[in-house]
């Protein structure tokens, strides 16, 4: 049984990956997810969505790291370490936090195609490197661009209703399964929380995987 | 020149480690703490102080886990597979948070003492793992006997207003820090907050005791 086998019939593990593209630690994991995830055979189920509704279910107006200065000041320095263990580019982005509506609906709807991993990527490098805006038609655009991807019907749909929904509904069940921050993993009904439990999560979804196929083969 | 000469010149990497009584990623730090800092050569500053008057300058009457319940809900289940990872006994306690004012003063005395360390982890046991009290004269008293000490001075002192004045400073110095959670962890002026951070801080106190000795032998 080849890889792509295990892939088609369910079988591999998988690990659903819930991000909000203005959230730093979430940049963190949308830059390591891709090759730690093909490193241990685990598929990604890409989850983006929003995080200041689910706040606001907390009574909060904004992120933790404005309403608690100190938290959020301590975050940043975190952040910049973090980025230098891990060897990723770091901008601490002079808008905070900075909307990403229109990229979340793009990402929301092409969840899973082939691109989406490059896609988030370029979007994460573009705040959180480049401190350039994500939110316009413009800066979308200029990604889908880079990917080879044509552009316009892309956003047309990110426009339409259907995309508002979809993202609106991906939030709302966020909040049902319990997700209070971002990045959060589940691996079946197990949630992670934090960019630093990745690496759990992913040995996680290694262990389903084989327990899946242990069952297919016996 | 011999590691406990070192010491003495102030050369060798010092991590100095705040943590409360009642918080659990604290008693995931105390039970692992004593082991790595042995192994990498670090010198261990013990700091208990007490998170209820930290939370309370931020507005909070209490733990942000008993404020907002799904990240209290998370935080059970998180601790839970931490101490599988990390082969660290653990019973959710009965009581959260769980007073532990009088072995805060306890170590805040002795702090300096060489059995600092198995106190500590005495307490935090009692408390995450067999599902005790902590904050009676009893139940300290207890724990020092079975250390070979003399409960009774100790006891004495530890219920004098120098030891209550000593943790509020202690505690007041916490904040002035900057410190909004537990455990966290200062090399120099570097901040680390979390369980999750313990590898790098001592990363980092190795780097900067080597600094240090470069200076002298140079």
Chains 1, 2 share one sequence.
Not at 60 to 77: A, H, V
Request: glycine letters at 8%.
């Amino acid at each position: 049984m080849t890889d792509g086998e295990m892939h088609e019939t369910g079988v591999l593990g998988q690990i659903e990956f819930w991000f909000d593209f203005s959230s730093p630690y979430s940049y963190l994991s949308v830059m390591r997810i891709g090759e730690l995830a093909q490193h241990a055979g685990v598929k990604i189920v890409w989850r983006p969505f929003l995080l200041g509704p689910i706040f606001q279910t907390f009574g909060m107006s904004t992120s933790p790291f404005l309403l608690q200065k100190t938290k959020g000041k301590y975050m940043w320095r975190d952040m910049a370490r973090q980025c230098q263990k891990y060897r990723l580019g770091w901008t601490r982005p002079s808008e905070f936090p900075r909307m990403g509506l229109l990229p979340s609906r793009v990402a929301t709807l092409e969840a899973g195609a082939p691109w989406i991993g490059a896609f988030c990527r370029k979007v994460m490098e573009r705040s959180f490197v480049e401190n350039r805006a994500i939110n316009e038609a413009d800066s979308v655009a200029e990604i889908l661009d880079d990917l080879d991807l044509d552009a316009s019907p892309l956003l047309d749909l990110a426009h339409s209703d259907f995309a508002k929904n979809l993202l609106r509904q991906r939030t709302e069940e966020a909040g049902n399964r319990g997700i209070f921050g971002a990045p959060t993993f589940f691996v079946e009904e197990e949630m992670f929380w934090g960019n630093d439990r990745l690496d759990d999560a992913l040995q996680l979804a290694v262990s389903a995987g084989t327990r899946e196929t242990s069952k297919i083969i016996s």
